[in-house]
Structure formats: C-alpha cells, structure tokens
C-alpha cells in the first residue's frame, strides 16, 4: 500500500502563488510517475502534471504550462507543485496521484481557491 499526504493549499489573489508538496510513505520503491491532478466544482477530475520518477521527464496540461512547474525529491519520496501567475479557474481541489507497479494512489485533496 501508498500513502500521499498533500499539503500547501489555500487561499490566494490571482496573480500569486502556491506551492503544493505531497509525500508518499509505504511501498514506493517501484513508482513510474507521481503527478497532480484537480478537479473543481461541478467539473471531472482534470490532469494537471506529471513526472517520471526514474528520469525527472515532466509533462503539463496545456492550461497551465509555462506557470506550473512540477519537480521531485526522490530521497524524500514528495513531488512538489509551484503554482505561478493562479487565475480564477485555477480553484480546484487539488490531488496528488503516485502510479506504480502496484497501482494508481491517490491523495485526499487539497483546497487552492483563487480569488480574483
């Protein structure tokens, strides 16, 4: 078993920024990619983010590349979100997502709302 632990949300006026940390524990020795995901009100859940565990190689959604950046710290199992330039459409809840070779993980969320 995984378990991803998100923190860093909040509240933030458009134009600022956040960072999202989220730590994984348990079983993660065989990890692909850790990434974000998010999913606002009334909305499905919408990728965000990802990174390859093994080699750093980052991949975006078109709505946020060139403001989020995505990065990791392998000896400390997290991934980390930077969140620059947040508009109104960025307010989400936000969850961290670790795919291995035991499955697909998730974490409980957490709330970035930008203000506007």
């Known amino acids: 078993q995984v378990q991803l632990v998100e923190s860093g949300g909040g509240l933030v006026q458009a134009g600022g920024s956040l960072r999202l940390s989220c730590s994984a524990s348990g079983h993660t020795r065989n990890t692909y990619t850790m990434g974000w995901y998010r999913q606002a009100p009334g909305k499905e859940r919408e990728f965000v983010a990802s990174?390859?565990?093994?080699?750093?190689?980052?991949y975006y959604a078109a709505s946020v590349k060139g403001r989020f950046t995505i990065s990791k710290d392998n000896a400390r199992n997290t991934v980390y979100l930077q969140m620059n330039s947040l508009k109104s459409e960025d307010t989400a809840i936000y969850y961290c997502?670790?795919?291995?070779?035991?499955?697909?993980?998730w974490g409980q969320g957490t709330q970035v709302t930008v203000s506007s």
């Open positions: 990174i390859s565990w093994s080699n750093g190689i980052t």
């Open positions: 997502n670790l795919n291995g070779w035991g499955g697909n993980y």
